[in-house]
């Protein structure tokens, strides 16, 4: 298995809807990543956690609230969004922290309305 | 200054011609490259990966590094329309190996 699999593919809530992403990886990668994508825009790191253990924290708003379950799981709660939020939502693994290629999943592309 | 640039393009070449992609970086104690190529609306997808100087070769692909002018390219072989995408270079800083920076893209359009 060589995939990152998220889940919503779309997601559409309201500004004070509670929501969830989530990410699984079966290749025994032990970091895990959530980016932001805008629109013609880069990926922005968010998160990065480290054998289960947040590691970087990119000075997230508190609206977003990362979870690391176990070592194939990582979700990203979402609370009190703004329109401004509306992106794509890229999950991504490593094999370990450090100088190593990401494999991405297919991402969440979240609305907020 | 940006950390890693790249011209947006888009960058036009014929079926079958060498497209080369070019980025920079700002900080001179990076030591991992990384090339992702993007279809619209899809996630990054990891073509290339470079660490020393010099050239890395992957198929159609060829990856040259040097650090010196600090300076990452990207070549593609006899091009295809297929290969049409946006192309990220991505860069691990020296201050903290544990994240990857993206530059902006660069679009490529293969006409046939």
């Known amino acids: 298995d060589t995939e990152v699999t998220q889940t919503p593919k779309h997601l559409v809530m309201g500004m004070t809807n509670k929501k969830s992403l989530k990410c699984e990886q079966h290749?025994?990668?032990?970091?895990m990543y959530w980016y932001k994508q805008k629109a013609k825009k880069p990926p922005e790191l968010m998160f990065v956690y480290s054998y289960e253990k947040l590691s970087i924290n990119e000075s997230v708003p508190s609206r977003f609230s990362p979870e690391c379950p176990n070592s194939s799981l990582l979700n990203l709660h979402l609370h009190a969004l703004q329109p401004e939020d509306s992106a794509l939502y890229l999950c991504a693994s490593s094999r370990d922290r450090g100088p190593y290629g990401y494999t991405f999943g297919s991402g969440t592309r979240l609305t907020v309305v | 200054q940006k950390e890693v640039e790249q011209n947006s393009g888009p960058l036009s070449v014929p079926e079958g011609a060498i497209a080369s992609l070019n980025c920079t970086y700002s900080?001179?104690?990076?030591?991992?490259f990384f090339w992702y190529r993007q279809y619209s609306g899809k996630s990054p997808e990891l073509i290339m990966s470079?660490?020393?100087?010099g050239d890395k070769e992957d198929g159609r692909f060829t990856a040259q590094l040097n650090k010196a002018s600090q300076y990452v390219s990207l070549l593609i072989r006899d091009s295809q329309p297929s290969d049409s995408a946006t192309y990220l270079c991505a860069v691990t800083p020296s201050y903290n190996t544990d994240k990857l920076i993206f530059g902006t893209g660069t679009r490529l359009q293969v006409f046939p």
């Open positions: 470079i660490y020393s100087n």
């Open positions: 290749m025994g990668h032990r970091a």
């Open positions: 900080d001179r104690g990076s030591q991992s």
